[in-house]
């Protein structure tokens, strides 16, 4: 329920929305039926980026949404079995002067962490970034798929 209030960048109370509360409740029966918010939706104080995770027969592959990000901004690495993908979106242009009267765009840190099938090749893992997706491609290895012979 972080769109109900609307106000200066100190998150400040001072502004109530009747737009905002029906925003708010909205998303929840947004969020019930589908799982998600927005498109850069919120979980606690870090944004939670859109993606797909998808398998083809060479491939499993990540797209995630990052509206607004830089390249440099974004952290990819394995751990164990999970790609985990991390970054943040700054503001550069905000001063403290400023009062909003009305604010959707969220800055801060995201992070996301998919679990990787056990055939994946993680040496060669590539990833690209264009147009705000960065799309992450994991070839599927064979090595890990053991052939047993029934007798």
């Keep these: ?19 905002g509360l029906q925003r708010a409740v909205d998303n929840i029966f947004d969020s019930f039926f589908t799982g998600w918010d927005s498109e850069l939706s919120r979980r606690g104080s870090s944004l939670l980026p859109a993606c797909d995770f998808y398998e083809t027969k060479e491939s499993y592959c990540l797209s995630l ?14 751990s164990g079995d999970s790609l985990i993908v991390k970054g943040e979106k ?5 001063s403290k002067d400023k009062q909003f009267y009305h604010r959707e765009r969220y800055y801060g840190s995201f992070y996301r962490s998919i679990q990787l099938p ?3 090749e993680q040496d060669k893992v590539s990833a ?3 147009d705000g997706v ?18």
């Design 1 to 19: 329920m972080s769109n109900i209030v609307h106000s200066n960048k100190n998150n400040n109370c001072d502004n109530f929305s009747v737009r």
């Design 65 to 78: 949404e990052l509206p607004g990000i830089s390249k440099e901004s974004i952290d990819i690495s394995i």
């Design 90 to 94: 700054t503001c550069n242009n905000e």
């Design 118 to 120: 056990v055939n994946v």
């Design 128 to 130: 690209n970034f264009s």
């Design 134 to 151: 960065l799309n992450v491609t994991i070839p599927k290895s064979e090595k890990h798929i053991k052939r047993i012979d029934v007798k």
